[in-house]
């Protein structure tokens, strides 16, 4: 379960993985094809279509923290 202000985080924190894996990754279609910039996207998806009681912040998060530590330099 989320608050209002959780969900928004999370948003913004896919959001943020989003453009640091689009940073990273220079050719368009091995971005297209990326695992986790498709697992970030439906995340974002689920997280847009959602309730905050529907969502589970502390999952999520850990989630998108442990994608983002693949692409920090």
């Known amino acids: ?5 959780e969900k928004d985080v999370l948003i913004e924190v896919v959001s943020s993985n989003l453009a640091l894996i689009s940073r ?3 050719d368009i279609k091995e971005l297209e094809n990326n695992e986790d910039r498709k697992k970030l996207l439906q995340i974002r998806k689920f997280l847009y279509h959602s309730f905050p009681h529907e969502i589970n912040y ?6 998108c923290k442990a994608i983002k530590q693949k692409y920090q330099r």
């Open 1 to 5: 379960m989320a608050t209002i202000m």
């Open 58 to 63: 502390d999952t999520i998060l850990s989630e």
């Open 24 to 26: 990273n990754i220079d």
